[in-house]
Protein backbone atom coordinates (compact mmCIF):
# COMPACT_ATOMS: atom_id res chain seq x y z
CA UNK A 1 0.00 0.00 0.00
CA UNK A 2 1.64 3.56 -1.00
CA UNK A 3 2.15 6.69 1.14
CA UNK A 4 -1.59 8.31 -0.33
CA UNK A 5 -3.62 5.22 0.53
CA UNK A 6 -1.71 4.76 4.25
CA UNK A 7 -1.40 8.32 5.16
CA UNK A 8 -2.92 10.96 3.16
CA UNK A 9 -6.26 9.14 2.21
CA UNK A 10 -6.92 7.75 5.73
CA UNK A 11 -6.95 11.90 6.79
CA UNK A 12 -9.28 13.04 3.90
CA UNK A 13 -11.77 10.19 4.76
CA UNK A 14 -11.58 11.00 8.55
CA UNK A 15 -12.58 14.43 7.38
CA UNK A 16 -14.92 13.81 4.31
CA UNK A 17 -17.25 11.72 7.17
CA UNK A 18 -17.47 13.77 9.83
CA UNK A 19 -19.41 16.75 8.30
CA UNK A 20 -22.42 18.06 9.96
CA UNK A 21 -25.04 16.45 7.70
CA UNK A 22 -22.94 13.55 7.56
CA UNK A 23 -23.08 13.67 11.69
CA UNK A 24 -27.01 14.16 11.58
CA UNK A 25 -27.20 10.58 9.48
CA UNK A 26 -24.84 9.07 11.97
CA UNK A 27 -27.40 10.36 14.86
CA UNK A 28 -30.33 8.27 12.88
CA UNK A 29 -28.85 5.28 12.79
CA UNK A 30 -26.17 4.37 15.32
CA UNK A 31 -28.11 4.72 18.43
CA UNK A 32 -30.29 1.48 17.17
CA UNK A 33 -27.51 -0.68 17.77
CA UNK A 34 -27.52 -3.01 20.66
CA UNK A 35 -25.63 -6.15 22.03
CA UNK A 36 -22.96 -7.65 20.29
CA UNK A 37 -22.16 -5.71 17.48
CA UNK A 38 -19.95 -5.93 14.40
CA UNK A 39 -19.34 -2.84 12.63
CA UNK A 40 -18.18 -3.42 9.11
CA UNK A 41 -15.49 -0.92 7.51
CA UNK A 42 -15.55 0.77 11.43
CA UNK A 43 -13.21 3.25 9.46
CA UNK A 44 -11.70 5.98 11.72
CA UNK A 45 -14.17 4.95 14.52
CA UNK A 46 -16.65 7.80 14.16
CA UNK A 47 -19.00 6.41 14.92
CA UNK A 48 -18.43 5.27 18.48
CA UNK A 49 -19.34 8.71 20.53
CA UNK A 50 -23.20 7.64 18.48
CA UNK A 51 -23.75 4.70 19.92
CA UNK A 52 -26.16 4.55 22.68
CA UNK A 53 -23.33 2.98 25.42
CA UNK A 54 -26.39 1.37 27.63
CA UNK A 55 -27.51 -1.02 24.85
CA UNK A 56 -23.87 -2.08 24.03
CA UNK A 57 -22.04 -4.98 25.10
CA UNK A 58 -19.08 -4.98 22.84
CA UNK A 59 -18.08 -4.08 19.17
CA UNK A 60 -16.65 -5.79 16.72
CA UNK A 61 -14.70 -3.14 14.72
CA UNK A 62 -13.76 -4.72 11.18
CA UNK A 63 -11.29 -2.53 9.35
CA UNK A 64 -8.81 -3.42 6.48
CA UNK A 65 -7.07 -0.25 6.37
CA UNK A 66 -4.18 0.07 8.78
CA UNK A 67 -4.26 3.70 8.12
CA UNK A 68 -7.66 4.14 9.05
CA UNK A 69 -7.44 1.74 12.23
CA UNK A 70 -4.93 4.36 13.27
CA UNK A 71 -6.61 7.32 13.07
CA UNK A 72 -9.15 5.47 15.43
CA UNK A 73 -6.91 4.96 17.97
CA UNK A 74 -8.22 8.18 20.49
CA UNK A 75 -11.79 7.50 20.18
CA UNK A 76 -11.05 3.88 20.73
CA UNK A 77 -9.31 4.63 23.34
CA UNK A 78 -12.31 7.08 25.02
CA UNK A 79 -15.27 3.95 24.43
CA UNK A 80 -17.27 3.55 27.00
CA UNK A 81 -17.21 -0.39 25.95
CA UNK A 82 -15.05 -3.09 24.73
CA UNK A 83 -14.02 -2.77 21.15
CA UNK A 84 -12.30 -5.65 19.18
CA UNK A 85 -10.38 -4.81 15.96
CA UNK A 86 -11.20 -7.46 13.52
CA UNK A 87 -8.47 -6.69 10.71
CA UNK A 88 -9.87 -8.07 7.67
CA UNK A 89 -12.10 -7.47 5.48
CA UNK A 90 -15.61 -7.26 4.89
CA UNK A 91 -15.75 -10.46 2.63
CA UNK A 92 -14.27 -12.79 4.72
CA UNK A 93 -15.54 -11.81 8.62
CA UNK A 94 -13.54 -14.09 10.82
CA UNK A 95 -17.12 -14.90 13.49
CA UNK A 96 -19.12 -17.61 14.03
CA UNK A 97 -22.38 -18.27 12.20
CA UNK A 98 -25.19 -15.95 14.46
CA UNK A 99 -22.72 -14.38 16.47
CA UNK A 100 -23.87 -10.74 16.21
CA UNK A 101 -27.26 -8.90 17.60
CA UNK A 102 -26.35 -6.26 15.13
CA UNK A 103 -24.18 -5.53 12.23
CA UNK A 104 -23.58 -2.00 11.67
CA UNK A 105 -22.70 -0.42 8.07
CA UNK A 106 -21.84 3.52 7.46
CA UNK A 107 -20.31 4.74 4.08
CA UNK A 108 -18.81 1.52 3.52
CA UNK A 109 -20.87 -0.47 1.37
CA UNK A 110 -19.66 2.26 -1.60
CA UNK A 111 -16.02 1.06 -0.84
CA UNK A 112 -15.97 -3.18 -0.39
CA UNK A 113 -14.97 -4.48 -3.97
CA UNK A 114 -17.20 -7.62 -3.78
CA UNK A 115 -20.50 -5.81 -1.74
CA UNK A 116 -22.09 -8.51 -2.54
CA UNK A 117 -19.72 -11.27 -1.12
CA UNK A 118 -19.44 -9.08 2.27
CA UNK A 119 -23.57 -8.99 2.32
CA UNK A 120 -23.82 -12.73 2.75
CA UNK A 121 -20.85 -12.80 5.53
CA UNK A 122 -23.37 -10.13 7.05
CA UNK A 123 -26.14 -12.12 6.77
CA UNK A 124 -24.23 -15.14 8.28
CA UNK A 125 -23.19 -13.83 10.80
CA UNK A 126 -26.34 -11.88 12.24
CA UNK A 127 -28.28 -14.12 14.82
CA UNK A 128 -32.12 -14.93 13.67
CA UNK A 129 -34.23 -11.75 14.61
CA UNK A 130 -31.01 -9.40 14.63
CA UNK A 131 -30.82 -6.20 12.42
CA UNK A 132 -28.45 -4.77 9.90
CA UNK A 133 -28.74 -1.16 10.32
CA UNK A 134 -27.52 1.17 7.39
CA UNK A 135 -26.66 4.82 6.49
CA UNK A 136 -24.99 4.54 2.76
CA UNK A 137 -24.78 7.38 -0.10
CA UNK A 138 -25.28 5.58 -3.46
CA UNK A 139 -27.41 5.60 -6.64
CA UNK A 140 -29.59 8.76 -7.07
CA UNK A 141 -33.69 8.69 -8.15
CA UNK A 142 -33.34 11.65 -10.68
CA UNK A 143 -31.97 10.81 -14.47
CA UNK A 144 -29.85 13.70 -14.86
CA UNK A 145 -27.96 13.17 -11.52
CA UNK A 146 -27.74 9.44 -11.71
CA UNK A 147 -25.87 10.32 -15.96
CA UNK A 148 -23.18 12.45 -13.71
CA UNK A 149 -22.62 9.38 -10.92
CA UNK A 150 -22.01 7.42 -13.81
CA UNK A 151 -19.83 9.67 -15.89
CA UNK A 152 -17.96 10.12 -12.56
CA UNK A 153 -17.55 7.16 -10.93
CA UNK A 154 -14.38 5.96 -12.49
CA UNK A 155 -12.83 8.81 -11.41
CA UNK A 156 -14.06 8.91 -8.31
CA UNK A 157 -13.35 5.53 -7.57
CA UNK A 158 -9.56 6.42 -7.94
CA UNK A 159 -9.25 9.42 -6.20
CA UNK A 160 -11.64 8.19 -3.01
CA UNK A 161 -9.82 4.92 -1.73
CA UNK A 162 -12.43 2.64 -4.09
CA UNK A 163 -15.72 4.64 -2.94
CA UNK A 164 -18.49 4.23 -5.98
CA UNK A 165 -21.12 6.62 -5.75
CA UNK A 166 -23.91 5.22 -8.11
CA UNK A 167 -24.60 1.82 -6.28
CA UNK A 168 -27.79 0.60 -5.92
CA UNK A 169 -28.10 -0.21 -1.99
CA UNK A 170 -31.73 -1.46 -1.11
CA UNK A 171 -31.36 -3.42 -3.89
CA UNK A 172 -28.04 -4.88 -3.09
CA UNK A 173 -29.24 -5.64 0.95
CA UNK A 174 -31.89 -7.25 -0.48
CA UNK A 175 -29.90 -9.43 -2.75
CA UNK A 176 -28.01 -10.79 -0.24
CA UNK A 177 -31.28 -12.60 1.69
CA UNK A 178 -32.34 -9.69 3.80
CA UNK A 179 -35.70 -7.86 4.10
CA UNK A 180 -35.11 -4.06 4.25
CA UNK A 181 -37.98 -3.17 6.59
CA UNK A 182 -37.40 0.42 7.16
CA UNK A 183 -35.59 2.97 4.47
CA UNK A 184 -35.58 6.39 4.31
CA UNK A 185 -33.79 8.42 1.60
CA UNK A 186 -32.79 12.52 1.01
CA UNK A 187 -30.12 14.12 -0.85
CA UNK A 188 -27.77 15.68 1.70
CA UNK A 189 -27.87 19.70 2.36
CA UNK A 190 -24.73 21.51 1.54
CA UNK A 191 -23.18 18.59 -1.07
CA UNK A 192 -22.64 17.80 -4.24
CA UNK A 193 -25.98 16.16 -5.94
CA UNK A 194 -23.59 13.22 -7.46
CA UNK A 195 -22.23 12.25 -3.60
CA UNK A 196 -25.45 13.16 -1.88
CA UNK A 197 -28.08 10.70 -2.31
CA UNK A 198 -28.29 9.11 0.80
CA UNK A 199 -30.12 5.65 2.22
CA UNK A 200 -30.84 4.39 5.95
CA UNK A 201 -32.87 2.33 7.81
CA UNK A 202 -32.34 -1.55 8.65
CA UNK A 203 -33.15 -4.73 7.39
CA UNK A 204 -33.69 -8.43 9.09
CA UNK A 205 -32.81 -11.93 7.37
CA UNK A 206 -35.44 -13.39 4.69
C1 LIG B 1 -15.77 5.98 3.58
S1 LIG B 1 -15.01 4.99 4.76
C2 LIG B 1 -16.25 4.91 6.04
C3 LIG B 1 -15.70 4.51 7.37
C4 LIG B 1 -16.73 4.34 8.48
N1 LIG B 1 -17.65 3.27 8.19
C5 LIG B 1 -17.48 5.62 8.77
O1 LIG B 1 -18.71 5.59 8.79
O2 LIG B 1 -16.81 6.64 8.99
C6 LIG B 1 -15.07 3.37 4.03
C7 LIG B 1 -14.33 2.34 4.87
O3 LIG B 1 -14.49 1.05 4.27
C8 LIG B 1 -13.26 0.38 4.46
N2 LIG B 1 -13.14 -0.76 3.53
C9 LIG B 1 -12.55 -0.79 2.32
N3 LIG B 1 -12.62 -2.03 1.80
C10 LIG B 1 -13.29 -2.77 2.69
C11 LIG B 1 -13.65 -4.14 2.73
N4 LIG B 1 -13.36 -4.98 1.72
N5 LIG B 1 -14.30 -4.58 3.82
C12 LIG B 1 -14.60 -3.74 4.85
N6 LIG B 1 -14.27 -2.45 4.86
C13 LIG B 1 -13.62 -1.97 3.80
C14 LIG B 1 -12.22 1.44 4.22
O4 LIG B 1 -10.96 1.06 4.71
C15 LIG B 1 -12.83 2.61 4.96
O5 LIG B 1 -12.45 2.64 6.31
Not at 90 to 117: Q, R, Y
Amino acid sequence: MGFYENRILPKLIDVACATPPILKQREKVVPQAEGRILEVGMGSAINIPFYDASKVEMVWGLEPSEGMRRKAVPRIADAPFPVEWLGLPGEEIPLDDDSADTVLLTFTLCTIPDFAKALGQMRRVLKPGGRLLFAEHGAAPDESVRRWQERLNPIWKRLAGGCHINREIPQAIEAAGFKVESLDTMYLPGTPKVAAFQYWGFATQR
